[in-house]
Structures are given as structure tokens and as C-alpha cells.
T-cell receptor, first 115, second 113 residues
Framework: GDSVTQMEGPVTLSEEACLTI???????????LFWYVQYPGEGLQLLLK?????DKGSNKGFEATYRKETTSFHLEKGSVQVSDSAVYFC??????????????FGRGTQLTVWP | GAGVSQSPRYKVAKRGQDVALRCDPI?????LFWYQQALGQGPEFLTY????????KSGLPSDRFFAERPEGSVSTLKIQRTQQEDSAVYLC???????????FGPGTRLTVL
């Protein structure tokens, strides 16, 4: 079945450090891949997405590339800020008919950035 | 509306009580999903609607859980005879057709005493 394995946290970085959060997936078909972020006290927000192999999703300085050969979708940012402190979730969804189906989530990675 | 809304935001129930959680999806969104998020975990799928049709309820943990979306817009998740293990955040998400991503509401935090 479909599943997502995500790097365990917590991750603690100093401001302006580089960030990588690893995510690998198992899927029966050709999924779309997502990173969602959950800021303290807030709901899940879509951070970025990629719908096919070699696509790169990007937003707010974060990037992730859909790698079919390694079944990975690692999240990267070159210089983190204190405001990036949050929980990050990798997720996948496969098409069911004309629309995307349920999301399969990883366990989440807590990121804390210190000034 | 501007986003997905859920009510109540917080619910405390005594064990054995019934609860009803409401979700208002983004206007015009055909697909609606319910997820359960335990503390420190990623969300787990519960059920899925396309318009008023419940196409997948494979994630509902027991027959105490019931969801409906009678007019293809607002949805209600009902939990009968709540148990302590039902304590979690219940998330609702909606999406348009095609490859549109899911947009989440703020969640309802249910605590069963």
C-alpha cells in the first residue's frame, strides 16, 4: 500500500543554516507529492507540491524535487529563519478517477530555529 | 468562503457522550475529506465525499463513527458513545476536481474525559 516515511525530528538549527528534511514514499501508481506545514496554534497549510517526476515545487524559499528513481521528495531551504519554526509533513495522493484521493502523511518533523 | 471552517474548535465530552463536528468546505469544492490527528502524529484518513456521495469510509475506526454530507456542501462527523481513545484533532479538508491539492480547516480538538 501507499505510505510516506519522513525523517524523524526534532530538528534544531540556528538562523541562516541550511535545512534538509528527508522524505521517501511507497506508492502503487504515480502519486502527487506535497509538503504541508503546521505553525504553532494553526492548521495545516500547503507549502508546495509536485505532480510528476522531476517536477520541482517551491514556495517561501523552500524547494523539493520529485525523484521517481529514488522515490524521494526531500524538503530543502538554503537559509532558515526563526519564523520557519513549525512542524513539516510530507504527504502523497494518488488519482482516483478524475480527482486526487486521500492523503497519506508522514509522521511530521518538528523544526525549531534559534536566532 | 475564504477557507475551510470547522466548529466547534474545541470540544470536551464525557466518555459515552455523542458528539457532532461540523465542516464548511471552500465554496464549490467537490471533494471533502475527514482526517484524525493524534498528538505527535501525522493525520490519518477517515472518510471521503465527492459531492453528497460517501465514496470511501475505509478509515473510520469503528461503527461508532458516522459522517454525512447530505447536500454536497457542509459535512458532519458524528461519534457515538465516545471513548478516551477518540481524543484527537479532527481535520476537514476540501479540494476541487483534477489535481487540485486539499485545503485544510483549523481542526476540532476533541478531548474525551
Amino acid at each position: 500500500g501507499d505510505s510516506v516515511t519522513q525523517m524523524e525530528g526534532p530538528v534544531t538549527l540556528s538562523e541562516e543554516a541550511c535545512l534538509t528534511i528527508n522524505c521517501t514514499y511507497t506508492a502503487t501508481g504515480y502519486p502527487s507529492l506535497f509538503w504541508y506545514v503546521q505553525y504553532p496554534g494553526e492548521g495545516l497549510q500547503l507549502l508546495l507540491k509536485a505532480t510528476k517526476a522531476d517536477d520541482k515545487g517551491s514556495n517561501k524559499g523552500f524547494e523539493a524535487t520529485y525523484r521517481k528513481e529514488t522515490t524521494s521528495f526531500h524538503l530543502e531551504k538554503g537559509s532558515v529563519q526563526v519564523s520557519d519554526s513549525a512542524v513539516y509533513f510530507c504527504a502523497l495522493s494518488e488519482k482516483r478517477g478524475s480527482t486526487l484521493g486521500r492523503l497519506y502523511f508522514g509522521r511530521g518533523t518538528q523544526l525549531t530555529v534559534w536566532p | 468562503g475564504a477557507g475551510v471552517s470547522q466548529s466547534p474548535r474545541y470540544k470536551v465530552a464525557k466518555r459515552g457522550q455523542d458528539v457532532a463536528l461540523r465542516c464548511d468546505p471552500i465554496s464549490g469544492h467537490v471533494s471533502l475529506f475527514w482526517y484524525q490527528q493524534a498528538l505527535g502524529q501525522g493525520p490519518e484518513f477517515l472518510t471521503y465525499f465527492q459531492n453528497e456521495a460517501q465514496l470511501d469510509k475505509s478509515g473510520l475506526p469503528s461503527d461508532r463513527f458516522f459522517a454525512e454530507r447530505p447536500e454536497g456542501s457542509v459535512s458532519t462527523l458524528k461519534i457515538q458513545r465516545t471513548q478516551q481513545e477518540d481524543s484527537a484533532v479532527y481535520l476537514c479538508a476540501s479540494s476541487a476536481l483534477g489535481v487540485d491539492p486539499q485545503f485544510f480547516g483549523p481542526g476540532t480538538r476533541l478531548t474525551v474525559l
